[in-house]
């Protein structure tokens, strides 16, 4: 009598075999390590990489243009530069978080980010847990914790527009179905800030709304109608607070009143000869003579000038050209995209890191009056550092998905279907 050698077998039949399964594992392991370490397309490194040396570079300046009155102040010349290091370390991570998650997270809670900028920024302006700096109430103090949530309001603005944009991409030529929501969310965010007094972060925000509605593809007779708007109440905005008055006033006069060089004139004229100074290589490394106690917000609003002043127009150049890289390297996600959010997300961020850049070095240049806006990635802050990162680390999320990456991502769910030779279908 014949005996089969088939394990299991219970019959004098060939018991089924399942020589697959294993291969079927084998490909799930595989297609998940190729889901993680997937080439990204070479506009989500440009970024990425922009953006690291722009922050590790502003760690640097930060340590040498703060470290003389650092010393002076708690004999600790690493004290500015090792929080903002610790401002790095947690905006870094966050940066990298965001970018993993996809543009339909962003786009379905971006109104619940915005409902939550303005209630943190409600609470600055009005209850005693706002303080003021400098005049600016635009900072909330719990405890020994401080926090700017209108760098917070920024983000939540720039994704609220972004949702809306989507969801009437549709009706773009009714102006009311476009703009009544968004005036809405833009009024209110930077009606808050301005009650709080700071007229800085409220243009950046503005400068934040028309770059956002432009490149989200609203109507240019629109935006006209909101310039010629803008441009009729910004005086009385202005003229509302004696102090912007001053400030304005003596811009204007080139600083030529002598009565003003103690008091308006300090900062912005400290800063000029600070950037003279450098000539084109610059006095070298930790060698400036206006941080020490010359020039006001060395660390802050007035970095380029030491920068400038250190590393000279080379140095200078180079930021200004890491600036113009990461602004182009965002308009490739725009025309790369076919997505109205991931556009106007995108054009919103592009037009609030980069035209702060802008309105910081005109204001060191002496081509605005002081204003009191930091340089992005560069000066010295925590709330706008770790903002600003998490800005970018949603970008990063969209140009993760841009087509023409390298390396295509497999889908998980085609695993566990396979043809008789293993292959995935």
Same mark, same amino acid.
């Given at each position: 009598?014949? @005996?089969?050698?088939?394990?299991?077998?219970?019959?004098?039949?060939?018991?089924?075999?399942?020589?697959?399964?294993?291969?079927?594992?084998?490909?799930?392991?595989?297609?998940?390590?190729?889901?993680?370490?997937?080439?990204?397309?070479?506009?989500?490194?440009?970024?990425?990489?922009?953006?690291?040396?722009?922050?590790?570079?502003?760690?640097?300046?930060?340590?040498?243009?703060?470290?003389?009155?650092?010393?002076?102040?708690?004999?600790?010349?690493?004290?500015?530069?090792?929080?903002?290091?610790?401002?790095?370390?947690?905006?870094?991570?966050?940066?990298?978080?965001?970018?993993?998650?996809?543009?339909?997270?962003?786009?379905?809670?971006?109104?619940?980010?915005?409902?939550?900028?303005?209630?943190?920024?409600?609470?600055?302006?009005?209850?005693?847990?706002?303080?003021?700096?400098?005049?600016?109430?635009?900072?909330?103090?719990?405890?020994?914790?401080?926090?700017?949530?209108?760098?917070?309001?920024?983000?939540?603005?720039?994704?609220?527009?972004?949702?809306?944009?989507?969801?009437?991409?549709?009706?773009?030529?009714?102006?009311?179905?476009?703009?009544?929501?968004?005036?809405?969310?833009?009024?209110?965010?930077?009606?808050?800030?301005?009650?709080?007094?700071?007229?800085?972060?409220?243009?950046?925000?503005?400068?934040?709304?028309?770059?956002?509605?432009?490149?989200?593809?609203?109507?240019?007779?629109?935006?006209?109608?909101?310039?010629?708007?803008?441009?009729?109440?910004?005086?009385?905005? @202005?003229?509302?607070?004696?102090?912007?008055?001053?400030?304005?006033?003596?811009?204007?006069?080139?600083?030529?009143?002598?009565?003003?060089?103690?008091?308006?004139?300090?900062?912005?004229?400290?800063?000029?000869?600070?950037?003279?100074?450098?000539?084109?290589?610059?006095?070298?490394?930790?060698?400036?003579?206006?941080?020490?106690?010359?020039?006001?917000?060395?660390?802050?609003?007035?970095?380029?000038?030491?920068?400038?002043?250190?590393?000279?127009?080379?140095?200078?150049?180079?930021?200004?050209?890491?600036?113009?890289?990461?602004?182009?390297?965002?308009?490739?996600?725009?025309?790369?995209?076919?997505?109205?959010?991931?556009?106007?997300?995108?054009?919103?961020?592009?037009?609030?890191?980069?035209?702060?850049?802008?309105?910081?070095?005109?204001?060191?240049?002496?081509?605005?009056?002081?204003?009191?806006?930091?340089?992005?990635?560069?000066?010295?802050?925590?709330?706008?550092?770790?903002?600003?990162?998490?800005?970018?680390?949603?970008?990063?999320?969209?140009?993760?998905?841009?087509?023409?990456?390298?390396?295509? @991502?497999?889908?998980?769910?085609?695993?566990?279907?396979?043809?008789?030779?293993?292959?995935?279908?």
């Amino acid at each position: 009598m014949a @005996t089969t050698d088939l394990p299991n077998s219970r019959s004098g039949g060939a018991a089924p075999s399942r020589p697959h399964a294993p291969a079927r594992r084998h490909n799930g392991a595989v297609v998940a390590v190729k889901n993680v370490f997937v080439a990204e397309s070479s506009t989500f490194y440009t970024i990425l990489g922009v953006t690291l040396f722009l922050v590790v570079f502003g760690v640097v300046m930060v340590l040498s243009s703060s470290s003389v009155e650092q010393y002076a102040a708690t004999h600790d010349f690493f004290g500015a530069a090792s929080r903002q290091g610790l401002y790095a370390v947690l905006g870094v991570p966050l940066m990298l978080i965001a970018s993993r998650l996809p543009a339909r997270f962003w786009r379905k809670w971006a109104m619940w980010i915005v409902g939550v900028g303005l209630v943190v920024q409600a609470l600055v302006v009005l209850t005693p847990l706002g303080y003021s700096i400098q005049g600016n109430r635009n900072w909330i103090r719990v405890g020994s914790f401080t926090a700017q949530p209108s760098e917070i309001l920024k983000l939540a603005l720039v994704l609220g527009i972004g949702a809306i944009m989507y969801v009437k991409r549709e009706k773009l030529d009714d102006w009311k179905e476009v703009f009544v929501p968004i005036g809405i969310a833009s009024l209110g965010s930077i009606g808050l800030v301005l009650v709080g007094g700071d007229q800085g972060t409220a243009m950046i925000m503005l400068i934040l709304v028309f770059g956002a509605l432009y490149v989200g593809g609203a109507r240019a007779k629109h935006l006209l109608v909101g310039v010629v708007a803008l441009a009729v109440l910004l005086p009385f905005v @202005t003229m509302a607070s004696s102090s912007r008055q001053s400030r304005i006033s003596a811009w204007l006069s080139g600083c030529s009143d002598t009565s003003q060089y103690q008091d308006l004139c300090w900062q912005p004229v400290h800063g000029m000869w600070a950037l003279a100074s450098g000539g084109v290589f610059g006095v070298g490394l930790g060698n400036s003579k206006a941080k020490w106690s010359w020039l006001p917000e060395a660390d802050n609003d007035y970095i380029f000038a030491i920068i400038g002043e250190e590393l000279g127009l080379v140095g200078a150049v180079v930021v200004l050209a890491l600036f113009v890289v990461l602004a182009i390297s965002m308009i490739k996600v725009i025309r790369q995209s076919n997505d109205p959010f991931v556009k106007t997300v995108t054009g919103g961020v592009l037009a609030w890191i980069i035209g702060q850049a802008l309105v910081n070095i005109a204001v060191v240049l002496g081509l605005l009056p002081v204003l009191g806006v930091p340089l992005p990635l560069i000066s010295a802050g925590g709330s706008a550092l770790i903002m600003t990162l998490a800005a970018i680390g949603v970008v990063l999320s969209f140009a993760r998905d841009l087509p023409g990456r390298n390396g295509p @991502t497999l889908p998980t769910g085609a695993v566990g279907r396979s043809t008789t030779n293993g292959t995935l279908r």
